[in-house]
């Protein structure tokens, strides 16, 4: 648990003297200030106080009741829970502070959140930080720091690779985030190789998906890509259909990562992958398409796919498309391995 250090010394300390060692006498004259209606006296008191016995939640109650500002209020709060864990008064105000934090804050405040986020999550508050993360995030869908403190305190597994993806987008080479992404796939690992039989039984499904796509019955050729995943978690091509035909960008990003476990040194669902990070970055600041930015390397690896296909995978393509069109880049890798 994170503590200030001793040397700390909060703006409006009063001078210190023998009595301002006391700590009980420092908490009765920040009570006796407060009582009085005088915040600024009463707060440089409980700063004192907080100096003197930082593992003291009173100290760390009193600063949070007369701070002059939400953020200041919100992390003296939270000390003041972990210190004392069952105080409900603590917790009533860290999460009212929040609330109004969040009602408050603009795009430009994305920052300041994720710094308070993380000092939350250093003393133990994280489903507070967490709150703050995902607030961010939505203020500033380019704030990678926001994405990946998210991530790390989502209890969802999907929304914590959906965070990762997003971070990757904004920045390819985060070592964390290509980290946390690499455990959070492992996570999704089955615990059992595939048996002959199962594989067997996945590559009949995706025939019969395929036949599905062709008869414009999507539902149900996404239903057995699903399954065919399930039984086959190795089938690069299962994966690739299912992303095809995935109902949005999230699912689509999973598939295309555990195909790149399985076929790490692909390049072409390499590019489709960052081709749906930056359609996730598009999503979330709700770009209009005619403003949208250009993904060139996703362009020129779906035109050289698109040179190699026959015209019978052409047609299928164009299917594809008339159901997802923001999936093209996957749909032509997909075809390729039919």
């Given at each position: 648990m994170s503590t200030p250090p001793l040397s700390w010394t909060p703006v409006g300390t009063p001078n210190t003297s023998q009595t301002w060692e006391?700590?009980?006498?420092?908490?009765?004259?920040?009570?006796?200030?407060?009582?009085?209606?005088?915040?600024?006296?009463?707060?440089?008191?409980?700063?004192?106080?907080v100096q003197l016995s930082p593992r003291d939640p009173r100290g760390w109650s009193g600063l949070g009741a007369t701070a002059s500002t939400l953020d200041e209020a919100i992390i003296s709060w939270g000390y003041a829970l972990t210190l004392a864990p069952g105080n409900f008064d603590a917790q009533i105000e860290l999460d009212a502070h929040i609330t109004e934090r969040i009602e408050r804050s603009g795009r430009s405040d994305a920052a300041v959140l994720v710094a308070v986020g993380r000092t939350l999550t250093e003393i133990g508050q994280k489903p507070s930080a967490y709150r703050l993360f995902t607030h961010?995030?939505?203020?500033?869908?380019?704030?990678?720091?926001?994405?990946?403190?998210?991530?790390?305190?989502?209890?969802?597994?999907?929304?914590?690779?959906?965070?990762?993806?997003?971070?990757?987008?904004?920045?390819?080479?985060d070592r964390r985030a290509q980290a946390g992404l690499k455990w959070a796939l492992a996570q999704q690992k089955p615990s059992a190789p595939t048996s002959p039989e199962a594989a067997r039984q996945a590559q009949a499904l995706c025939e019969q998906a395929q036949q599905a796509l062709r008869a414009d019955k999507t539902q149900t050729a996404r239903d057995l890509f699903k399954r065919a995943t399930e039984l086959d978690p190795q089938n690069v091509s299962a994966w690739l259909w299912r992303g095809s035909t995935a109902l949005n960008t999230d699912e689509a990003l999973t598939c295309m990562e555990r195909a790149l476990e399985i076929n790490p040194n692909d390049e072409a669902i390499k590019d489709a992958r960052w081709w749906l990070r930056v359609k996730k970055i598009r999503e979330s600041v709700r770009l209009p398409p005619s403003s949208a930015p250009v993904s060139s390397a996703a362009h020129v690896a779906a035109t050289r796919r698109a040179r190699g296909a026959t015209a019978a995978r052409l047609a299928l393509t164009l299917a594809l498309l008339a159901i997802c069109a923001i999936l093209l880049g996957i749909a032509l890798i997909a075809l390729r391995l039919v």
């Amino acid at each position: 648990m994170s503590t200030p250090p001793l040397s700390w010394t909060p703006v409006g300390t009063p001078n210190t003297s023998q009595t301002w060692e006391d700590l009980e006498t420092v908490l009765r004259h920040a009570s006796e200030a407060r009582i009085a209606g005088d915040n600024p006296r009463a707060h440089a008191f409980y700063a004192r106080a907080v100096q003197l016995s930082p593992r003291d939640p009173r100290g760390w109650s009193g600063l949070g009741a007369t701070a002059s500002t939400l953020d200041e209020a919100i992390i003296s709060w939270g000390y003041a829970l972990t210190l004392a864990p069952g105080n409900f008064d603590a917790q009533i105000e860290l999460d009212a502070h929040i609330t109004e934090r969040i009602e408050r804050s603009g795009r430009s405040d994305a920052a300041v959140l994720v710094a308070v986020g993380r000092t939350l999550t250093e003393i133990g508050q994280k489903p507070s930080a967490y709150r703050l993360f995902t607030h961010a995030t939505q203020l500033d869908p380019t704030n990678e720091e926001a994405w990946v403190w998210r991530a790390g305190l989502a209890q969802d597994l999907t929304e914590t690779i959906s965070c990762l993806n997003q971070a990757l987008a904004l920045n390819p080479s985060d070592r964390r985030a290509q980290a946390g992404l690499k455990w959070a796939l492992a996570q999704q690992k089955p615990s059992a190789p595939t048996s002959p039989e199962a594989a067997r039984q996945a590559q009949a499904l995706c025939e019969q998906a395929q036949q599905a796509l062709r008869a414009d019955k999507t539902q149900t050729a996404r239903d057995l890509f699903k399954r065919a995943t399930e039984l086959d978690p190795q089938n690069v091509s299962a994966w690739l259909w299912r992303g095809s035909t995935a109902l949005n960008t999230d699912e689509a990003l999973t598939c295309m990562e555990r195909a790149l476990e399985i076929n790490p040194n692909d390049e072409a669902i390499k590019d489709a992958r960052w081709w749906l990070r930056v359609k996730k970055i598009r999503e979330s600041v709700r770009l209009p398409p005619s403003s949208a930015p250009v993904s060139s390397a996703a362009h020129v690896a779906a035109t050289r796919r698109a040179r190699g296909a026959t015209a019978a995978r052409l047609a299928l393509t164009l299917a594809l498309l008339a159901i997802c069109a923001i999936l093209l880049g996957i749909a032509l890798i997909a075809l390729r391995l039919v």
